[in-house]
């Protein structure tokens, strides 16, 4: 069985940098593409970017300038790192697999969500 | 880019259908045919129910249904069931690696 598990610090300081790891159980990461979503309370989902078994990766266009994920093989984990975080970033941060190569807005297999908050 | 556009909530009594509609644009719902739709329940990670506008993942009910016409795509929920009563979110490719989702919509099932 699939699983997908995100963890990290669930309070962060504003101007400061969120770092959140997702690992995947039952998987090779090393295969499909590999995302990170967030909700903010009450409030819509937003894709954040995703990174592939080869590397690549595409970022929100609104959130390029501050985020990067990458990913390590020999864990079997993809990292989110977001900079310069403000209140407006509070939110529960979802890792998602990516349904197909071909299919770039359809994920299949959700982690359990982790809830970061931005605050002094 | 802009989210797409849905209504913020919609309602059924037990066993009528009801529709969800997601309005985009020409850039992202109207040019692709990757349109997704997600249930999610309150403190619950969504769960995919239909991609490529109308396609069903394995295990997902036949009563939900997926479709499109120009730049408006649709979820319809047939044979409501109060198990259904739950948020749903549409997403869209939008073009150079980027997509785009919906606000959400609220499905009472009175």
């Known amino acids: 069985q699939v699983q997908l598990q995100e963890s990290g610090p669930g309070l962060v300081k504003p101007s400061e940098t969120l770092s959140l790891t997702c690992t995947v159980s039952?998987?090779?990461?090393?295969?499909?593409?590999w995302n990170w979503i967030r909700q903010p309370p009450g409030k819509g989902l937003e894709w954040i970017g995703y990174?592939?078994?080869?590397?690549?990766?595409s970022y929100n266009p609104s959130l390029k300038s501050r985020v990067t994920i990458s990913v390590d093989m020999s864990k079997n984990q993809f990292s989110l790192s977001l900079n310069s975080v403000t209140t407006a970033d509070t939110a529960v941060y979802y890792c998602?697999?990516?349904?197909?190569?071909?299919?770039?807005?359809?994920?299949?297999?959700w982690g359990q969500g982790t809830t970061v908050t931005v605050s002094p | 880019q802009s989210a797409l556009t849905q209504p913020p909530s919609a309602s059924g009594s037990p066993g009528q259908s009801v529709t969800i509609s997601c309005t985009g644009t020409?850039?992202?719902?109207?040019?692709?045919?990757?349109v997704s739709w997600y249930q999610q329940f309150p403190g619950i990670a969504p769960k995919l129910i239909i991609y490529e506008v109308n396609k069903r993942p394995s295990g997902v009910p036949e009563r939900f249904s997926g479709s499109k016409s120009g730049n408006t795509a649709s979820l319809t929920v047939s044979g409501l069931q109060v198990e259904d009563e739950a948020d749903y979110f549409c997403?869209?490719?939008?073009?150079?690696?980027?997509?785009?989702f919906g606000g959400g919509t609220r499905l009472t099932v009175l």
């Open positions: 990174i592939n078994y080869r590397g690549g990766s």
């Open positions: 998602a697999r990516q349904l197909a190569v071909s299919s770039m807005n359809s994920f299949d297999l």
């Open positions: 039952g998987d090779s990461i090393n295969s499909q593409y």
């Open positions: 997403n869209s490719y939008a073009g150079s690696n980027n997509l785009v």
């Open positions: 020409s850039s992202d719902v109207g040019n692709y045919k990757y």
